[in-house]
């Protein structure tokens, strides 16, 4: 379907000009001469964008004004400004009432449709990412996958109940993210959420930190110190990587879930506490068990709900999704334009392992904002990806290297290696899903079965 596009502007020649341009690459045009004309066609259908003349000719029904109309009931809708006589303070003004861009008469009709098309991308981006943000509740775990689908329903589940968990997962894979959104969802939302990281607390401080004190150091004068099971009573107490905790502290974290109470050091009177707990690792917990590192009786409180985070290799469909989301919100804090990414990037990205996952992903979408070079409106290839990404991703440069292997083989045997390894990358690509990998490279399902039983490839899933 085109893009709908309302031009508006009290100049018939320029009102022409400008929707025969975009007519004549594809968008649909409508156009208004005034202000008023202009909010009847957007009550009668909101477009996808609007350009718009800063001077009317209308005090009332100005273009600024308008504009503050547009934001206001139409936030998704994106302007652009035009005028043939404008200064730099409207230009300014323009943009602070929530003009997408300004574009100076006489205009250059390249410049316009680059503009337009950024304008276009840049909204349904937006879009999208505050639908997620709605399904999700703002809480950073973006993505359309099963495997994301399923943690949102266990979210949901959880956020009902009173009960502790144990989230396990990879560096990175957003455990923190998913206990934050639990608490959101919960009874306990108005109150704290306190996370305690484990690990970057000295051993000998780690008691005072969470229990707090009775008296500072030896002068009874001084206040007490209020630790931070204290200062989350009624909320939320999240530790993350629980098993960095000492072994003496576990099994006061043992007594506290058990009575609901503990004591600040050289305090003699308990406090009662009502708080809901959370623990992280990104390690196993039964060999953390086994190996001692892991109170038996604490893992016991904490497992009757274990949720299992996915990496980002497992879901690597909500790559592109993800990196989009990204892109948008780094680009924003950084005063600049996002980046479009070129299929042939995405399918790199999506073979890539991801070792340091969502934390890594982000690290090279600031990376390409800064050092992927080119033309800034043209999207990245391949070409311009970390070289660590284009080594390490089946789709990448691996391929150079297999060449030179498949090149000495006989063709029967070059085509059964070539398409091995691509129908492995392409699974990989779409998180072991057969169905959706049939779709993409243009096979029925059950073709696509017999292929890969006959080149030995198995691992797959519906």
């Given amino acids: 379907m085109a893009f709908d596009i309302l031009v508006v502007d009290d100049e018939k020649d320029i009102r022409e000009l400008i929707s025969g341009i975009l007519s004549d690459e594809g968008y649909q045009c409508r156009v208004a001469s005034d ?43 994106p302007t652009v400004m035009i005028s043939g006589h404008s200064t730099i303070e409207t230009a300014v003004a323009a943009i602070k009432k929530g003009a997408y861009d300004f574009i100076e008469k ?5 410049r316009m449709l680059v503009i337009v098309k950024r304008a276009i991308e840049s909204s349904s981006l937006r879009r999208e990412n505050d639908e997620l943000r709605q399904k999700t509740g703002g809480s950073g775990l973006i993505g359309k996958s099963m495997a994301v689908e399923q943690i949102r329903n266990l979210i949901s589940e959880m956020a009902e109940s009173n009960s502790r968990a144990f989230i396990t997962g990879q560096i990175g894979t957003g455990k923190e993210t998913v206990a934050r959104e639990i608490h959101r969802l919960s009874k306990r939302s108005d109150l704290p959420f306190t996370v305690f990281h484990c690990g970057s607390v000295h051993p000998t401080k780690i008691e005072a930190e969470l229990f707090g004190t009775e ?6 004068n001084e206040p007490r110190k209020i630790g931070l099971v204290e200062k989350t009573h009624g909320g939320t107490l999240y530790f993350e990587e629980m098993q ?12 506290l879930l058990q009575d609901g109470t503990f004591f600040r050091l050289g305090a003699k009177e308990p406090i009662k506490v009502d708080i809901r707990y959370f623990a992280s690792t990104s390690e196993n917990l039964n060999e953390l068990v086994q190996n001692g590192n892991l109170r038996e009786d604490l893992y016991y409180r904490f497992t009757a709900n274990h949720i299992r ?34 299929d042939s990037a995405f399918a790199i990205l999506q073979t ?19 050092m992927a070079g080119g033309n800034p409106t043209s999207p990245i290839v391949p070409e311009m990806l970390p070289p660590e990404i284009q080594n390490d991703a089946p789709l990448g440069n691996s391929w150079q290297q297999k060449s030179a292997e498949i090149i000495v083989l006989p063709l029967r045997e070059a ?7 691509y129908l492995i990358a392409q699974i990989q690509r779409f998180d072991g899903n057969i169905s959706q990998t049939a779709r993409f490279i243009g096979m029925e399902r059950s073709a696509l079965h017999r292929k890969l039983r006959a080149l030995g490839v198995c691992d797959y899933r519906e």
């Avoid at 006489?106 to 390249?110: I, M, S």
């Avoid at 008296?215 to 009874?220: E, T």
């Fill in 35 to 77: 202000g008023v004309q202009a909010l009847e066609e957007i009550k009668k259908r909101q477009p996808n964008l609007v350009i718009l003349d800063v001077w009317l000719g209308d005090g009332e029904r100005d273009g600024l004004k308008i504009l503050e109309i547009i934001k206001r009931d139409h936030p998704y809708v």
């Fill in 106 to 110: 006489p205009f250059k009709a390249e």
């Fill in 215 to 220: 008296i500072q150091g030896q002068n009874a």
């Fill in 244 to 255: 960095l905790l000492p072994l003496s502290v576990q099994g006061k974290i043992v007594r």
């Fill in 309 to 342: 985070l996915p990496s980002l290799k497992e879901r690597a469909s909500d790559i592109p999704v993800l990196v989009n989301h990204l892109m948008e919100n780094i680009a924003k804090s950084r005063s600049s334009m996002p980046r479009k990414i070129s």
């Fill in 352 to 370: 890539y392992s991801w070792p340091g996952n969502i934390n890594q992903l982000k690290n090279v979408v600031e990376w390409l904002l800064i």
């Fill in 415 to 421: 085509r059964e290696t070539f398409e091995r390894e």
